[in-house]
């Protein structure tokens, strides 16, 4: 079993998609990744032998932000747009879609569901 940055990676699947599942990482920096080490891109994760996951373990470590360090450089950057005050902070401090989507309709899973406004009559009290 391959564990490369704290990840399993899955042992069934080839080793072009199971990069994947490292946050960071999609096809093609997996694919970018398995040309610079001459891998062939349909080897099962379970068929690789150690010296080849060290070779993806140290172009990984060189080369890219993966994982927490990529999830922390995110944060940051969000937190500082929302300190500077930019169109895009205030959108984020108010989780409102931030590219220009339209919001009167849409945007469910960035606003949340909400009640509507004239909701169900109570019963009066006696």
């Given amino acids: 079993m391959a564990r490369i940055e704290g990840i399993d990676l899955p042992k069934n699947k ?22 610079n080490i001459n891998l062939n891109k349909n080897i099962k994760v379970k068929d690789l032998n150690d010296e080849q996951i060290i070779s993806i373990r140290n172009i990984l470590n060189n080369n890219y932000e993966l994982e927490g360090n990529l999830k922390r450089l995110e944060a940051i950057n969000i937190k500082r747009l929302m300190e500077i005050g930019s169109y895009k902070g205030r959108r984020h401090r108010l989780s409102l879609p931030l590219r220009g989507q339209r919001t009167r309709t849409n945007a469910r899973t960035r606003r949340g569901t909400k009640k509507t406004i004239a909701g169900k009559k109570k019963a009066p009290r006696k």
Avoid: P
């Fill in 14 to 35: 080839r080793i072009e998609i199971g990069l994947t599942h490292i946050y960071g990482i999609g096809i093609s920096r997996s694919k970018e990744i398995l040309e």
